[in-house]
C-alpha cells in the first residue's frame, strides 16, 4: 500500500496519496564497471599513483573510495592510502537544529600534507557536503592537490563545486531523489532515481 500525506486547511481535510516512481540508473553490474572506469581515470588523470591518497566521505563515500582504492591496486600493482571523513560537525544545517547529530569518526591514518588527495563521495548536490569535508580536510593538514569524485552528479549547485571524476550525469528535479546502495551499508547493490508524485489521489473528506 502507498503512504499517505494528510493535510488540512480551514475548508476541509484531504488525503493524498504519495506514489513513487523508481528508475534504476546502475545495477550491480554497472555499479562494478562504473568503479573500474573510475578507477582508470584516476589513474590516467595522475600519471600514476606516487603521492595519491583517496578520502571517503562517510558513509557510502568512505566505501565507494576503499573499491577505488583496491581496484587502482590491482591495475598498478601499488597499494594506495585510503581514509575515511566526518562531516557531521563541518555541516552549515546544523544551526537551529533541536536533535543531536550522528557523530561518525574520522579516521586518516596518514598525513594528508602535500598528497593529491581524491574526495570521494556517493551523491554530488548543491557543494555543500563537499564544501564541509574541504573545510574538514584543511583543519588535518594541507593537501598539494584535491580532486572530487562522486558516483553521480545530479546538478543544483548552490556553490561553485565540479566533480573531477563522475561516474554519471543525471539531470533531476528538486523533488527527486538519488539513492545509492551498496553491500557493505544496504546488504544489496544498486542506484536509483526516486520520482516522488504527491496529489496523485485527492480525497475530500468532510467541510470543517
Known amino acids: 500500500m502507498p503512504p499517505f500525506l494528510l493535510s488540512q486547511d480551514r475548508e476541509a481535510f484531504f ?10 540508473l546502475f545495477d550491480a553490474a554497472g555499479l562494478r ?12 588523470k595522475n600519471k600514476g599513483v606516487d603521492n595519491l591518497a583517496l578520502v571517503g566521505i562517510r558513509t557510502r563515500g568512505d566505501y565507494l573510495a576503499r573499491r577505488i582504492a583496491a581496484k587502482i591496486e590491482e591495475i598498478e600493482g601499488k597499494a594506495v ?36 588527495l581524491v574526495l570521494v563521495d556517493d551523491v554530488l548536490f548543491t557543494g555543500r557536503t563537499v564544501r564541509a569535508a ?21 546538478g543544483h549547485r548552490e556553490l561553485p563545486v565540479k566533480a573531477d571524476f563522475a561516474g554519471k550525469n543525471v539531470p533531476t528535479s528538486m523533488k527527486q531523489q538519488v539513492q545509492v546502495l551498496m553491500d557493505e551499508a544496504d546488504g544489496e547493490e544498486g542506484v536509483y532515481l526516486i520520482d516522488e508524485e504527491d496529489g496523485a489521489n485527492e480525497q475530500k473528506e468532510k467541510k470543517q
Open 134 to 154: 574541504l573545510n574538514a580536510i584543511m583543519d588535518i593538514g594541507r593537501p598539494a592537490h584535491i580532486q572530487l569524485l562522486v558516483l553521480v552528479d545530479r
Open 33 to 44: 564497471r562504473t568503479v573500474n572506469r573510475l578507477a582508470h581515470e584516476v589513474v590516467e
Open 81 to 116: 592510502q585510503v581514509g575515511s571523513l566526518d562531516i557531521t560537525l563541518y555541516r552549515d544545517d546544523l544551526h537551529g537544529r533541536l536533535e543531536q547529530p550522528q557523530l561518525k569518526s574520522t579516521e586518516i591514518l596518514f598525513d594528508v600534507s602535500g598528497k593529491v
Open 15 to 24: 488525503v493524498y496519496e504519495i506514489s513513487m516512481k523508481k528508475t534504476k
